[in-house]
């Protein structure tokens, strides 16, 4: 399984930044899939969840109203849009896959198999 993150880079506070993971060696339309970031000093927490059909959605209060996770199965890829970027938004971003098909969609790490490399994203004030 690969999981291959891209779209990080550098913006202004205000500014907005699209996160592409594109999904190989799984059965992308039967999983859930999820965006975690990690700053520098800080542990690993969840940003966004999808489930495997994509009706189903779930964001960590932080980032609620301003980033919105979406998937193409058809394309392997799963999107994280992130708006209104905050200085405080500034980490490494990963996307993950979890272990099961068709499972119950999680926000815990532990409950994601497979991961990316992560993309970075940096916010200036």
């Known amino acids: 399984v690969q999981l291959q993150a891209s779209g990080g880079g550098l913006v202004e506070a205000g500014g907005s930044l699209r996160l592409s993971c594109v999904a190989s060696?799984?059965?992308?339309?039967?999983?859930?899939m999820g965006w975690f970031r990690q700053a520098p000093g800080k542990e690993r927490e969840f940003v966004a969840g999808i489930n495997w059909s994509g009706s189903r959605t779930s964001h960590a209060d932080s980032v609620k109203g301003r980033f919105t996770t979406s998937r193409d199965n058809a394309k392997n890829t799963v999107y994280l849009e992130m708006n209104s970027l905050k200085p405080e938004d500034t980490a490494v971003y990963s996307c993950?896959?979890?272990?099961?098909?068709?499972?119950?969609?999680?926000?815990?790490?532990?409950?994601?198999?497979?991961w990316g490399q992560g993309t970075l994203v940096t916010v200036s004030s």
């Open positions: 060696g799984l059965t992308f339309g039967r999983t859930n």
């Open positions: 993950a896959a979890d272990r099961r098909y068709f499972g119950t969609l999680e926000t815990s790490p532990g409950e994601y198999e497979y």
